[in-house]
C-alpha cells in the first residue's frame, strides 16, 4: 500500500512538471512568435514595391553575397557557440562565451587578410566580376553574424526570450527601412546591401548588450573566465558539427551557386526571392518554436533520459501550422508572385511551387534534428548532411546535364531533398526516445 501511494504521488510529480513544461513552452513560443511575426510585417507590406524597385539581377548579386558570407560564418566560432545551450552551469557557460569571442575575433580579422588577396578570385569563379566590390563587407557581416549567434544561444540559455523577440523586431526594422530608402533615392543595389549590413550590425549589438544586461555580467567578467579544457570538453562540435553544419549551410546555398554556374543572375535573383518568401513560414514559426524546443528538449533529456513527451508535442504543432501557407504556396505560387510582386517574379512563383513540399518537410523536421546534438549523434548528422550535399549537387548536374533544364534541375532537388527529410524526422523520433540504434 505504501509503494503504491509513492508510485501515485511520483506520477502526479512527473505530471505536474509536464503540464507546467507544457504551460512554459507555449508562453515562450508565443513570445518569440509574436516577434518574429511583428518583424515581419513590415518586410511583407514593403516586398511588393522593393520587388518593383530592385531587378532579379540585384536579388542575384545580393544572394551571392549572401551565400559565400553564410558558408563562411558558419565557422566564426567553430561552433562552440552551440554549447553555450548545453553547458552545465552558469560558470561554464561564461568561459564557452568567451571562447566563442575569442575565436571569432580572430576568425573575422583573418578574413580581413584573405578578402585584400582573392576577392577578385572568388568573384571571377563566381562569373560575377561586380561581386569584387561588395566582398570588403564580409569580415564586418562575419564578425556581427557570429556576435549574434553567440549571443543569441546565450539569450536562449538564460530563456531571455522577450530579448530575442525585439530583437528580431528591431533589425528587421532598420534593414527594412535602410533598403527601402536608399533603393527608392539611388535605385541601385547598394540599398540591398545596406540593408542587409544594417540589420546584421543592430542584431548582433543588441543582442550582446542585452543579454550582458539582463544577466548582471559584464563582458570584462566573461572575458576574465578561465577557458582551460573548454576546448577540450566540447571538441566534438568543431570536429563533427562544424563540418556538418557547414556542409549543411553550403547545401543550402548549393542552388544559388550551380543556378550561377548553369543558368544567369536574373534565376539566381528569382530563385533568391522564392527562398526568401517560402522561408517567412519557417522564420515566422517554426524557428521560434524550434528556439525554446532546443532549451526544454535539452532540459528533459538531461533530467529524464528523453525528450519524446516535448519532440512529440513540438511536432504536431509543426505539422498543423505547416499545412496551409505551404499548401497555398504549392497550387497558387505563380500567381501570387506575379501579382504581388510584379509580372517579372513570375518565375520565382513557379520556383516556389516546385520547391514547396521541401520546405513544408523543413519547416516540420529542422527545428527537431537538435535532439542529435543533445543525444550526442553528431557524427550520424554529418553523414546526413554530406548525403544532402552529394544529392544536391548530383540533382543540379542531372537537371541541366539532360535534361537542360532549370525546372527539372528544382524538381529533382527537391523530391530527394524531402525523403532526406523523412529519414531526420524518424531518426530524430527514435533518439528523442533514447532509442539509439
Excluded at 129 to 138: A, D, I, R
Excluded at 201 to 218: T, W
Excluded at 233 to 259: C, E, G, H, R, W
Excluded at 381 to 399: A, I, M, P
Amino acid at each position: 500500500m505504501l509503494k503504491d501511494n509513492k508510485l501515485k504521488k511520483f506520477k502526479i510529480l512527473i505530471s505536474s512538471f509536464y503540464n507546467a513544461a507544457q504551460s512554459d513552452f507555449l508562453k515562450n513560443v508565443s513570445k518569440l512568435m509574436t516577434g518574429t511575426v511583428l518583424s515581419q510585417i513590415l518586410p511583407l507590406l514593403v516586398a511588393p514595391i522593393l520587388s518593383r524597385i530592385y531587378l532579379p539581377s540585384d536579388y542575384g548579386l545580393l544572394g551571392l553575397y549572401m551565400s559565400v558570407t553564410g558558408m563562411v560564418s558558419m565557422l566564426a566560432t567553430l561552433q562552440y557557440a552551440s554549447a553555450i545551450v548545453i553547458a552545465k552551469d552558469d560558470e561554464e557557460t561564461k568561459k564557452v562565451v568567451k571562447l566563442c569571442l575569442n575565436i571569432l575575433t580572430v576568425f573575422s580579422a583573418g578574413s580581413l587578410v584573405l578578402i585584400f588577396f582573392f576577392r577578385y578570385a572568388v568573384a571571377n569563379y563566381l562569373n560575377t566580376s561586380s561581386l569584387s566590390s561588395w566582398l570588403w563587407l564580409m569580415p564586418i557581416s562575419i564578425f556581427m553574424t557570429g556576435l549574434s549567434t553567440i549571443f543569441s544561444n546565450y539569450a536562449i540559455r538564460c530563456k531571455y526570450y522577450s530579448l530575442l523577440a525585439s530583437n528580431r523586431v528591431f533589425s528587421s526594422v532598420f534593414s527594412t527601412l535602410f533598403s527601402l530608402i536608399l533603393g527608392y533615392l539611388t535605385h541601385n543595389v547598394i540599398g540591398l546591401f545596406a540593408g542587409l549590413l544594417v540589420g546584421q550590425f543592430s542584431s548582433g549589438l543588441f543582442l550582446a548588450i542585452g543579454s550582458l544586461n539582463k544577466s548582471k555580467d559584464r563582458l570584462v567578467v566573461i572575458l576574465e573566465s578561465d577557458i582551460a579544457g573548454i576546448l577540450k570538453k566540447y571538441i566534438n562540435f568543431p570536429k563533427y558539427s562544424l563540418f556538418a553544419d557547414f556542409v549543411n549551410n553550403f547545401t543550402n546555398q548549393l542552388p544559388i551557386f550551380m543556378l550561377n554556374g548553369y543558368g544567369t543572375i536574373n534565376a539566381v535573383g528569382s530563385y533568391n526571392m522564392s527562398n526568401r518568401l517560402l522561408g517567412l513560414p519557417i522564420g515566422f514559426l517554426s524557428n521560434s518554436i524550434g528556439e525554446v524546443f532546443r532549451q526544454r528538449a535539452a532540459q528533459d533529456y538531461n533530467t529524464f533520459g528523453n525528450c519524446k513527451y516535448i519532440f512529440t508535442k513540438t511536432l504536431k504543432t509543426l505539422a498543423v501550422l505547416s499545412v496551409v501557407p505551404f499548401f497555398v504556396i504549392i497550387f497558387f505560387g505563380e500567381d501570387i508572385f506575379a501579382i504581388v510582386l510584379g509580372e517579372r517574379w513570375r518565375e520565382a512563383g513557379v520556383y516556389a511551387q516546385i520547391m514547396g513540399v521541401m520546405f513544408l518537410f523543413r519547416f516540420i523536421v529542422s527545428p527537431l534534428t537538435y535532439v542529435y546534438t543533445i543525444g550526442n549523434r553528431l557524427k550520424e548528422d554529418f553523414y546526413l548532411h554530406t548525403l544532402f550535399l552529394v544529392l544536391g549537387f548530383l540533382s543540379f548536374y542531372v537537371g541541366y546535364e539532360l535534361f537542360k533544364s532549370t525546372y527539372y534541375s528544382l524538381i529533382i532537388f527537391s523530391i530527394l531533398y524531402s525523403l532526406i527529410y523523412v529519414v531526420y524526422l524518424i531518426r530524430s523520433y527514435q533518439i528523442s526516445m533514447g532509442v539509439i540504434k
